[in-house]
Nanobody
Framework: VQLQASGGGLVQAGGSLRLSCASSGRTFNSGAMGWFRQAPGKEREFVGSLDAWTRSTYYADSVKGRFAISRDSAKTTMYLQMNGLKPEDTAVYYC????????????????????WGQGTQVTVSS
């Protein structure tokens, strides 16, 4: 399974970006998928995740109401729509997935995901 993240870039505060994560080797029709981010000097942190079966979504409090996870109808690409971007959203964003379902409490943990993309840089200027 290979994940390819794209769509990052430089945007002004208040702007929007949509990140994409294309999958080869499996589709996003089972298990879970998620986005994490890592800012310079900080640990990787949870952004949001999606349960492929229930379509339940989970978000970090810092992005709730501004970010949204979705997937395309072919279930080969997932997205992270980011609106109302803030300078503190600046980070490298990683997509991740796993093939089997996990409990809701594990949907926010990086250790729950088996496959990772290479990351895409998002920079928000003030």
């Amino acid at each position: 399974v290979q994940l390819q993240a794209s769509g990052g870039g430089l945007v002004q505060a208040g702007g929007s970006l949509r990140l994409s994560c294309a999958s080869s080797g499996r589709t996003f029709n089972s298990g879970a998928m998620g986005w994490f981010r890592q800012a310079p000097g900080k640990e990787r942190e949870f952004v949001g995740s999606l349960d492929a079966w229930t379509r339940s979504t989970y978000y970090a409090d810092s992005v709730k109401g501004r970010f949204a996870i979705s997937r395309d109808s072919a279930k080969t690409t997932m997205y992270l729509q980011m609106n109302g971007l803030k300078p503190e959203d600046t980070a490298v964003y990683y997509c991740a997935t796993r093939g089997t379902r996990i409990v809701a409490s594990a949907m926010r943990s990086a250790g729950s995901f088996d496959y990772w993309g290479q990351g895409t840089q998002v920079t928000v200027s003030s």
